[in-house]
């Protein structure tokens, strides 16, 4: 009985995170708005995020077009790694591998590149998707607390970078 339950609860998951991305192919596009830290002005850039399946089995194109003209377009694969347990990796397709995971009904990753720690989610809301990322310093801004049980070290980061992008499903 055991093993059935476990076996159910297993099928349960890969169903429901294969209806997950199921519910994100097509071609979406829209309007990315960039805010940051202690500026008033936002940045708007036209975006576009293409998830298809790939050729591969299990794989699917997840590509972001940045531009009115797609000037900088980011041609990724995104490869299942632990679909069970939600994990799956985009493939830049030039030796960076970026880990990705459904928590509830986001797509989600955390990944530092330079000096930033970027974290990005994804997910499906009145039929539009929405993209967010936030920028944050990969260095603490500031360490308090004493480091004792009571009263453990706590460091906080500066929050550089906002961006958020709302796309709706480019129909033929």
């Known amino acids: 009985m055991r093993i059935y339950l476990s076996a159910v ?5 890969i169903i429901t995170n294969a209806q997950d991305l199921s519910e994100f192919t097509g071609h979406w596009e829209g309007e990315l708005v960039w805010s940051k830290a202690g500026s008033k ?3 708007r850039v036209k975006m576009q995020i293409i998830i298809q399946p790939d050729d591969t089995a299990g794989q699917y194109t997840w590509q972001i077009i940045y531009g009115d003209k797609g000037e900088d377009n980011r041609p990724y694969l995104l490869k299942p790694v632990d679909t069970a347990k939600g994990h799956w990796m985009i493939d830049e397709r030039n030796g ?3 880990d990705q995971y459904w928590l509830g009904n986001r797509f ?5 590149v330079q000096n930033s720690t970027i974290h990005d989610s994804y ?4 039929n539009k998707l929405i993209a967010e990322f936030y920028g ?3 260095s603490p801004i500031t360490t308090s607390g004493s480091g004792t049980e ?3 070290m706590v460091k906080s980061y500066a929050i550089r970078t906002y961006q958020k992008a ?7």
Request: glycine share 0%; aromatic share 6%; hydrophobic share 50%.
């Open 41 to 43: 002005n936002v940045q």
């Open 9 to 13: 609860l297993l099928l349960v998951s």
């Open 123 to 126: 997910w499906i809301e009145n």
């Open 108 to 112: 989600s990753s955390l990944f530092s």
């Open 96 to 98: 960076i591998l970026i």
């Open 166 to 172: 709302i796309l709706k499903k480019k129909t033929k």
């Open 150 to 152: 009571d009263v453990p």
């Open 136 to 138: 944050i310093s990969t």
